[in-house]
């Protein structure tokens, strides 16, 4: 009688200890196998182009880097920089903004304005933007030797490669308006 009890005893406390640990055993699987964070892209910057545009578009970083890639050589500050992106114009002609033989008449009348997440804005007239009138380009970057742009700078910056001072690298670009004057 005492052995089997002894035994029913040992059996109990075997059992208890088998499933205390199975249940933490399980509960660990569970901690470890949570859902895990979506593994889909998810955008790092949204541009929304309005205004006085035929088509007001958002474009995503990864819409950016589908679309022709420039490469410019700036000097910030006196550092010497690459910045890569995209042109503004090629941007603003997405929209459906006209350029060359369309920039004339009433459309001279437009005018953008770069718009940054701090408030800070520039406005650049469209000849500046349209190939067909200069050769300068004016990018809008998203990459600094070759690193994605961040921190201060936000994740797209407007680039004017000529230009002597640098108040119209609008850092933080978040909208383009076009507007007519
Ligand atoms: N969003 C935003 N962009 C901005 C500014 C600003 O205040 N806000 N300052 C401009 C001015 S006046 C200059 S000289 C440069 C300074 O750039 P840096 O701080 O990278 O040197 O950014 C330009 N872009
Ligand atoms: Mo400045």
């Excluded at 958002?58 to 690459?82: E, F």
């Excluded at 459906?96 to 004339?104: A, I, P, Q, Y």
């Excluded at 009348?109 to 940054?116: C, G, M, N």
Aim: charged share 25%; with cysteine; hydrophobic share 40%.
């Amino acid at each position: 009688m005492k052995t089997s009890f002894r035994r029913h005893l040992a059996y109990s406390c075997f059992t208890v200890a088998l499933l205390t640990s199975a249940t933490f055993t399980l509960s660990t699987f569970a901690q470890n196998n949570r859902t895990p964070t979506p593994s889909v892209a998810v955008p790092r910057a949204e541009l929304t182009i309005s205004g006085e545009v035929e088509r007001p578009l958002t474009l995503t970083s990864a819409d950016l880097a589908k679309m022709v890639r420039h490469t410019v050589r700036g000097n910030d500050h006196g550092t010497a920089g690459t910045f890569e992106g995209v042109a503004l114009g090629e941007i603003l002609q997405r929209a459906g903004v006209k350029f060359g033989e369309g920039l004339r008449g009433r459309n001279l009348e437009l005018f953008l304005v770069v718009e940054a997440a701090d408030g800070y804005r520039a406005v650049f007239a469209l000849p500046e933007l349209d190939p067909a009138f200069t050769d300068r380009l004016i990018i809008l970057a998203d990459k600094r030797d070759g690193k994605l742009l961040s921190g201060k700078e936000g994740s797209l910056r407007v680039v004017t490669p000529d230009e002597k001072r640098q108040a119209r690298w609008v850092r933080q670009v978040v909208r383009l308006v076009v507007r007519r004057a």
